[in-house]
Nanobody
Framework: QVQLVESGGGAVQAGDSLTLSCALS????????GGWFRQAPGKDREFVAS????????FYGDFVKGRFTISIDHTKNTMYLQMNSLQPEDTAVYYC??????????????????WGQGTQVAVSS
């Protein structure tokens, strides 16, 4: 069956960078749209970034402001989230997700079929 396994989280200082990885097994990422979400303690899940094979279908949450980059390496069947200039408010558990079918250029959260287990990112000031 399809599984997503995240890695790359950790504890960093404000201004540092991290790259999260999301390895997909059981299928090919070429068949899916990929997304990253995060959830901080006491807060709702928040959209971070998403990508599909359709040109122009990369989206970021408003808070990203050019600091994060989402990508998929199809040779490794792995999705990445490169995060630069991290701030304490970026502290959260980050989840990756894969959607088989999306109704538009941007997949809705309800359209994601598979989710990873989450990886913790902690940013101190």
């Amino acid at each position: 069956q399809v599984q997503l396994v995240e890695s790359g989280g950790g504890a960093v200082q404000a201004g540092d960078s991290l790259t999260l990885s999301c390895a997909l097994s059981g299928d090919s990422f070429t068949a899916y749209g990929g997304g990253w979400f995060r959830q901080a303690p006491g807060k709702d899940r928040e959209f971070v970034a998403s990508t599909r094979w359709i040109r122009g279908s990369i989206f970021y949450g408003d808070f990203v402001k050019g600091r994060f980059t989402i990508s998929i390496d199809h040779t490794k069947n792995t999705m990445y989230l490169q995060m630069n200039s991290l701030q304490p408010e970026d502290t959260a558990v980050y989840y990756c997700a894969a959607a088989r079918f999306c109704s538009g250029y941007k997949c809705r959260p309800s359209e994601y079929d598979y989710w990873g287990q989450g990886t913790q990112v902690a940013v101190s000031s």
